[in-house]
């Protein structure tokens, strides 16, 4: 079964850095894509980018120059950098592992972005 776990999101002023991880086990896929979503309060989830196991990246438009995606080389973590952190980045950031035609959720990890 695989499992996805989120972490390392918090509090953080704005104007300020933050990096989220995302830990995905219990696969033996070698194709797979891992993307990250969020969703703010009374708003609906949306894409915030991902990465495939090629190691290609896509951000989403509105979130490129502050947000980088990246991931640790052998096993099935990717990390979110957010820079330049702004109050409307706030939102409960989820990740999604795709493993062929199946997809696994984190329960995901809050980022409140406030002064």
């Known amino acids: 079964q695989v499992q996805v776990v989120e972490s390392g999101g918090g509090w953080v002023q704005p104007g300020g850095s933050l990096i989220v991880s995302c830990a995905a086990s219990?696969?033996?896929?070698?194709?797979?894509?891992i993307e990250w979503f969020r969703q703010a309060p009374g708003k609906k989830r949306e894409w915030v980018g991902g990465i495939g196991s090629g190691g290609i990246t896509d951000v989403e438009n509105a979130m490129k120059g502050r947000f980088t995606i990246s991931r640790v080389i052998g096993n099935n973590t990717v990390f979110l950098k957010m820079d330049n952190l702004k109050p409307d980045d706030t939102a409960v950031y989820y990740c999604?592992?795709?493993?062929?035609?199946?997809?696994?959720w984190g329960k995901g990890t809050l980022v409140t972005v406030s002064s």
């Open positions: 219990g696969s033996s896929s070698s194709s797979y894509e």
């Open positions: 999604r592992f795709v493993d062929g035609p199946n997809d696994y």
